[in-house]
């Protein structure tokens, strides 16, 4: 019988179901890295998108803020439109109106001269009264009246004459009465106007100081 030499060890040979286990363990550690290396891929394009996103945003809301300030404009615009057609509408009407009124005046007149001397009576009198009830409601105003002050701006004078009563250019007969509508004059009241006296002025400061001197006792006497 012969001995085999001392020494000597059969080597070990893996068996079939150990190798598998590595290869297993090789795959998964693999798989470890890949997935860690493709999440540190997909960060940076998730951030280039999210900025993209970020931006497109901003555009709209720059274009909403401009959509906006237009709209704005536009309603300004169009309130400040309405309120021009609106003022040249009165504008106009008041025209109109005051037109009217003005080819009505010589009526009037007549009116004003047959009631004067007693001849408005019968149907005239009442078609001459409502005549000048309408035209009041359209914001005709007669003006003009003896004894007040003459003012240029709605005084026309046709008359002149010196009194000794007046202290002031005075309206002291009424010619044709003076008309207006609203601000308006329609047409300016003919008057006669007198002045004060020449040298009344002074002589009645005189005759004032003449009083205040007889009333402090006078001149002195020696």
Do not use: W
């Not at 300004?76 to 003005?102: C, G, H, P, S």
């Amino acid at each position: 019988m012969t001995e085999e030499p001392k020494g000597f060890e059969e080597p070990e040979v893996p068996s079939e179901a150990t190798q598998p286990e590595d290869e297993d363990a090789k795959d998964a550690a693999s798989a470890d890295k890949a997935g860690s290396g493709g999440q540190g891929a997909e960060q940076p394009g998730a951030a280039k998108e999210l900025a993209a996103v970020r931006a497109q945003l901003d555009q709209v809301r720059t274009a909403l803020n401009e959509r906006t300030a237009d709209v704005q404009r536009l309603q300004a615009e169009y309130q400040n439109y309405r309120r021009r057609v609106e003022r040249d509408r009165v504008a106009v009407k008041e025209i109109a109106i005051a037109n009217l009124l003005t080819e009505l005046l010589p009526v009037l007149d007549d009116i004003g001269r047959a009631r004067e001397h007693g001849e408005l009576v019968g149907g005239f009198k009442s078609v001459a009264e409502s005549l000048e009830t309408v035209a009041a409601k359209l914001g005709l105003q007669q003006f003009g009246k003896e004894g007040e002050p003459f003012d240029p701006l709605v005084h026309e004078a046709l008359m002149h004459s010196y009194s000794p009563d007046v202290t002031q250019t005075t309206c002291v007969q009424i010619l044709q009465p003076g008309y207006r509508i609203g601000e308006r004059n329609l047409r300016p009241a003919r008057v006669a106007v007198a002045e004060p006296q020449p040298g009344s002025q002074a002589k009645e400061d005189a005759d004032d100081q003449n009083a205040d001197g007889e009333e402090n006792g006078g001149p002195d006497q020696g």
